[in-house]
């Protein structure tokens, strides 16, 4: 073996051992995540299975008795919530979306500080979200106060930026030629946009979207800063008080009597399903009906 066959051969022994300790690191780092995971669950699944009842669902909020203590004001709230992003965020994200994907000329300088400053404000921590909707939207020129409706407004300012970004790739994901036969045959761009491209983008938004619903469902600081309560007893109105499970769980979690520590555990599984269940339904969507061009 010549001289430069043999440090060939050391350098690339030496480059496979390297990729092997990086990847028993990385595999370390997960079986970390993992097993960290894995015991809060436990902890928490431990404490709450025995909380899931009717009363936990259906009943009121009580600060005296942890067995009387209901979340249905918080998980109506909830569900308020979400269908107000779906009217709110869905439509102008999509619209945005493909605006900037289908008309939007790049070559054009509010262009692209629009698409950058989109990028941006999906990085945004949710506190600054908070503090902006108690400025303009409860105190400010809108000043609707600390109803359901602001904290759905400020929900929307929160998930838009993720929204638009997944329309984005979704559009952007469907083949130039589907829109240049459509366009041949005769078609406006709107009818090539509204008929062939978003039917085909659908898969992705609804993805996207449900994927940016789960994570605003699981926000609180936003929704304390611009009122929501830790306890109301009677069920939310749109223009009334409010609450949301996660600050109901708080709330319970603060209390001294232990009782209510184990009811918090049973609001964390019930918060849980809802959020498994719509990134389970999102992945479905994604795998069921999207297309592979």
Known sequence: MSV???RLHRR?????????????????SLAVGFIALGTLLVDVFKDGIGQLDRILLTGAPSVIEPATAGARPAILATIYL?????????PIGVATAIYLEEYAD?????????DLNIQNLAAVPSIVYGILGLAFIVRGPVGIGRVLLAGGMILTLLVLPTVIIS???????????????????????WQVIWRQVLPAAVPGIATGTILALSRAIGETAPLLLVGALSYISFNPTLLGDFTALPIQIYQWIS?????FTLRAAGGIIVLLVILLTMNAFAIFIRNRYQKRW
């Not at 979400?82 to 869905?90: I, K, R």
């Not at 790049?106 to 629009?114: E, K």
């Not at 329309?167 to 406006?188: C, H, K, M, N, V």
């Not at 209390?255 to 009782?259: A, F, L, N, S, V």
Request: hydrophobic letters at 50%; a positive charge; glycine letters at 10%.
């Open 4 to 6: 430069d066959a043999f």
């Open 12 to 28: 690339s022994g030496g480059a496979q051992v390297r990729g092997r300790l990086f990847y028993a690191f990385l595999l370390a």
């Open 82 to 90: 979400m269908f107000l992003l779906l009217f709110m965020a869905v």
């Open 106 to 114: 790049n070559q054009r300088w509010y262009n692209r500080l629009l």
């Open 167 to 189: 329309s984005r790739e979704a559009i952007r994901a469907i083949p130039d030629s589907i829109r240049q036969g459509g366009l041949a045959l005769g078609a406006t761009q």
């Open 255 to 259: 209390q001294d009597e232990p009782g």
